[in-house]
């Protein structure tokens, strides 16, 4: 079977080479292709590809396609992790927000809403291309804003585009090792909401939900990240635990204060780290700029709530794993294996206070004929009206990059709960516009 990796030179890309490199069943990926739209980059990133294939018998042919439709004809996956304007553009959402005093995070606030305008055009464009070349391909979208995307790539390829997202994975296995269990599998999790905007509702071992006993301990709560994170009298009045990004949501000035206080954005930081790798890539390097990554995801956020380091619960640093998601995905899918996922996929009748065609995260049914969202309760008021709130702001961009509309690409900016004055949403507009080429589309109306 035929990986086709768009953003084939993205850093992360090892991750999943080597998640396939322990892949030894019938129906595996036997060939990847690599595209970007930068051709240093699948070259570096292939250089290290190679060192971990060195020696592993039967791991997948690598090859570099310079042409978007070159890469891919013959695909049966098609996993998208481009990154429209680069950590260049990343940064400069970061800077251009902050100056504004609203928050820049790439998919969060400000940073998020331009981080789409950039990309949706270009995830359509792409997604009209799998659909005339890779019908029968199945798209695997980790580009961010990655529910936003998925959404806005599903109106051409409809169900065969499904989402995926480390946090969601990430926080249920830290809240079962909180909670003492040796494998996070034998529970079922209870998460619901949108991409970077969901909660664990329940953790259910054996039908019986442990929540409320995590709830209860407060040595328990401080024992991992998003306990520490939001506080343990937070967590009890939400009766929930929040997926790390909410704490832009319910901290947002303290965020804010301690993103401008910072000696350099999050972005910058990644730029300036990453293009020490990519001018002598090696493996050895590669790993060496991942844990260090990691280490200081969400530094400033973990800085303003008083959290410590991010391994403080004697743990290692670790992702949620989305190279396992996107593994456990094509394989329940390609050997027709069943697996429950939380996924980002069409709501269908899950959430009734969204529409059909509304793309949610939800624990979900994957098998031969895709991704199936479990039936879910329904949120409680605060957090349905976060949701609906957000997914309108979500359409709003994609009106925008349908349309080319400057109204709806304001209403965007100015709809959103971290934007707090239609004054700014136009400054904001003003100057992303003028930082990003790509927003040329949008006009002056």
């Not at 190679?50 to 690598?62: C, D, F, L, M, S």
Request: net charge negative; hydrophobic share 45%.
């Amino acid at each position: 079977m035929r990986l086709t990796i768009l953003g084939g030179g993205g850093f992360r890309v090892p991750l999943v080479y080597g998640a396939l490199l322990g892949d030894r069943a019938e129906g595996r990926i036997t060939h990847v292709t690599l595209h970007d739209v930068d051709p240093a980059r699948p070259a570096a990133v292939g250089a290290v590809l190679a060192e971990q294939a060195a020696g592993i018998p039967g791991a997948p042919e690598v090859t570099v396609a310079t042409g978007l439709d070159e890469a891919l004809r013959g695909a049966d996956f098609v996993f998208s992790a481009i990154r429209v304007g680069g950590l260049e553009g990343r940064a400069a959402d970061e800077r251009i927000a902050l100056a504004e005093g609203v928050l820049g995070q790439e998919t969060v606030g400000a940073g998020g809403v331009a981080y789409g305008l950039r990309t949706v055009p270009v995830a359509m464009d792409i997604a009209r291309r799998i659909a005339a070349l890779a019908p029968d391909a199945w798209t695997i979208n980790f580009t961010n804003p990655a529910g936003l995307v998925t959404e806005a790539m599903s109106r051409v390829l409809g169900d065969r585009v499904i989402g995926i997202c480390d946090s969601p994975v990430g926080l249920g296995r830290r809240v079962a090792r909180a909670l003492g269990l040796a494998d996070p599998a034998d529970a079922w999790i209870d998460y619901v909401g949108l991409n970077h905007l969901g909660w664990l509702r329940g953790l259910r071992v054996a039908g019986r939900d442990a929540l409320p006993r995590l709830l209860a301990d407060a040595d328990a709560l401080g024992s991992f990240e998003e306990g520490r994170l939001f506080g343990a009298e937070w967590l009890r009045s939400l009766g929930a635990v929040p997926n790390e990004y909410l704490h832009y949501y319910y901290f947002n000035r303290e965020t804010v204060a301690a993103y401008r206080s910072a000696g350099r954005t999050r972005g910058t930081f990644l730029r300036d780290q990453q293009a020490a790798f990519y001018a002598e890539p090696s493996l050895r390097s590669w790993e060496a700029t991942r844990a260090e990554r990691e280490a200081t995801y969400m530094a400033d956020n973990r800085a303003s709530a008083g959290a410590g380091e991010r391994a403080a619960d004697g743990q290692a640093p670790e992702s949620g794993g989305y190279e396992q998601v996107a593994l456990a995905l094509m394989r329940a899918i390609a050997r027709d294996e069943r697996a429950t996922l939380i996924l980002n996929v069409r709501n269908g009748t899950t959430l009734s206070l969204l529409d059909a065609d509304a793309v949610i995260e939800v624990p979900c049914l994957v098998d031969a004929n895709g991704a199936h969202p479990y039936a879910a309760d329904p949120l409680p008021g605060h957090a349905a009206g976060l949701v609906a709130s957000v997914k309108a702001v979500e359409r709003e961009v994609i009106a925008a990059a349908d349309s080319g509309s400057r109204a709806a690409a304001v209403r965007a900016f100015a709809l959103h709960p971290l934007v707090d004055s239609v004054t700014v949403a136009r400054r904001l507009l003003d100057g992303y516009t003028h930082a990003h080429p790509g927003l040329a589309y949008l006009d002056r109306k």
